[in-house]
Every structure is written in C-alpha cells, then in structure tokens.
C-alpha cells in the first residue's frame, strides 16, 4: 500500500479525532497537500470506519478473484515500448 495512503489516513483520524466535520476535515487536508488530494467521499468513508470503533488504518480484507496479471511483466513491456496499446498489452 502506498504511503501517501497510509499517510492520509493519519490525517483523517487526526482531524477525527480533533472533532472536525468531513467537510472541514478535508478541506484541511485539501489546503496542504493540493485541491484533489483527498475527496469528500474517501473521508466520509474513514470517518464512518471510525465512528465504528474502527481505527484500522490498513485496508480491509476483499472477496473476489484475486488478480492473474504479472505487474512486472506489464511494467517491464512498458517500459520496452511506451506505445503499446492496451489491447497490445493484454495479448501477452
């Protein structure tokens, strides 16, 4: 996981627990790290979690297939090619 991620969770259980609103939440978080930094609805998402009892900051565990793709592979013919469309991409 991304530490931008982790980082703004901080953030938003920071301005949680400061008794911000969602709102004021994000545009706090907004006025420091850029306009579309965090949106509305991502903070309203953390904010229900904590509201919860829930202080997890890492993701929760999600059914469904679990992905077939080699990202090395993709990144490395990438890389190779930087045209490669994305259908040219699927045939490998």
């Known amino acids: 996981?991304?530490?931008m991620r982790i980082h703004f969770r901080h953030l938003m259980l920071y301005e949680f627990r400061k008794g911000?609103?969602?709102?004021?939440?994000?545009?706090n978080i907004c006025a420091v790290y850029g306009e579309n930094a965090l949106s509305s609805?991502?903070?309203?998402k953390w904010f229900q979690r904590f509201r919860a009892?829930?202080?997890?900051?890492?993701?929760?565990?999600?059914?469904?297939?679990?992905p077939q793709t080699d990202e090395d592979q993709i990144r490395d013919l990438v890389e190779k090619s930087r045209s490669l469309t994305v259908q040219e991409i699927q045939m490998f």
């Open 20 to 27: 911000s609103s969602v709102t004021i939440a994000t545009k």
């Open 41 to 44: 609805r991502t903070c309203r």
């Open 1 to 3: 996981m991304s530490e």
């Open 53 to 66: 009892g829930n202080f997890c900051l890492e993701d929760e565990e999600r059914s469904g297939r679990p």
